[in-house]
């Protein structure tokens, strides 16, 4: 019977994935990978041999159609982002939204993603939140940060090592130098970090050390 599987993969230690992961991606007839590459040393690792094709931000909409005739054709799919779970600030919102339409069944899941243990180990409220993810880089950034700045709910942002700097500057501009924030990165990893403190606590300390690995930032609201 046709399904689509959304499987979350490690952010980064290799045993936070579940047995019931590993069992599917070796039963399904074919895996989609945001990176076949880094998708092999996850495959390598647990002896998975399932032929793998890629997916992600850069051909998902000429490929939308030949995977869903496909899962309309018998097959069983599953698709994995590089790290976390597919379609948070990763592709994938595209296939399952047409597999909705379609009538093809979705399962996805639990497994890792990186915002949840970042936010539990803030020491911010996490009853109530607001995701954003990967904030605009030009074009409707400043808009964006003008409402946020209102937010009283918890915020949770993605940000790369390149641009962390950058953002939390803008944050101390648009939020207050003592606004509360908690910065995580390199989750589950050797070097794993959080940092916790003001704006502008938190901004010197990573002037003062180079921002590396990927980064979740959990901003107290107003």
Not at 82 to 103: N, Y
Request: proline share 5%; hydrophobic share 40%; charged share 30%.
């Amino acid at each position: 019977m046709s399904k689509l599987y959304l499987i979350p993969t490690p952010i980064g230690n290799l045993e936070d994935i579940t047995f019931r992961a590993l069992r599917l991606l070796k039963e399904v007839d074919i895996v989609l990978a945001e990176d076949t590459r880094t998708t092999k040393k996850l495959f390598s690792h647990y002896e998975i041999d399932t032929q793998l094709a890629a997916f992600h931000m850069h051909n998902e909409h000429k490929v939308l159609g030949k995977w869903i005739a496909r899962l309309k054709g018998g097959e069983t799919i599953a698709l994995v982002s590089d790290a976390g779970t597919p379609a948070i600030s990763d592709p994938g919102f595209l296939l399952v939204r047409e597999c909705v339409k379609q009538g093809i069944e979705v399962d996805c899941l639990p497994g890792a993603t990186a915002f949840v243990p970042a936010l539990v180990n803030s020491g911010l409220p996490s009853e109530k939140f607001i995701f954003e993810g990967f904030l605009p880089v030009k074009k409707g950034r400043q808009t964006r940060l003008i409402l946020l700045a209102e937010e009283e709910r918890t915020m949770i942002f993605y940000e790369s090592p390149h641009r962390i700097i950058k953002t939390l500057s803008q944050f101390m501009e648009y939020f207050g130098e003592e606004r509360f924030v908690s910065v995580s990165r390199e989750i589950s990893k050797m070097f794993e970090e959080t940092k916790r403190g003001t704006m502008k606590e938190v901004r010197e300390y990573f002037e003062e050390k180079k921002p590396k690995g990927e980064f979740v930032v959990i901003v107290a609201g107003k």
